[in-house]
């Protein structure tokens, strides 16, 4: 299993990088088909499909070109068989935003499932604490 959870966590270091640098073939590799993804922006029922995936990263890519960061600062894996999880905390906001809050942290909860010996994102969670 520890073979696994390298895997995993070498997995999100990798989709995280790509996020930052607006990479979206990376963004999108080692995801189910059948994603399901629950973001910080609009719809609240969330993104269900590889493709609606697909279609809610431009404009975050066009908000991160603004010189925002996106950096895992705490990576924890749990790995089972054929399905793990993992959450992370990451630095994710523009200079300005960072420096106006510098301890918020985007939450990031992923589910994963093993398809022929391959890790594959089946569920992104993304969420900030509400803020008064």
């Not at 895997?7 to 270091?13: A, D, G, N, V, Y």
């Amino acid at each position: 299993m520890a073979d696994d959870e390298a895997q995993i966590r070498s997995l999100i270091e990798r989709w995280a990088t790509a996020v930052h640098e607006g990479d979206l073939d990376t963004v999108l590799a080692d995801h189910a088909d059948d994603i399901v993804m629950f973001d910080v922006p609009p719809p609240d029922e969330g993104v269900r499909g590889i493709d609606a995936y697909r279609e809610t990263w431009p404009p975050f890519f066009a908000w991160q070109r603004q010189g925002a960061s996106f950096e895992i600062v705490s990576l924890d894996v749990t790995v089972g068989d054929d399905v793990a999880f993992a959450y992370a905390l990451l630095r994710c906001g523009t200079p300005e935003e960072l420096q106006r809050d510098p301890a918020n942290r985007l939450r990031l909860t992923i589910g994963l499932r093993k398809e022929a010996g391959h890790w594959l994102v089946t569920h992104e969670h993304h969420s900030f604490p509400l803020k008064d």
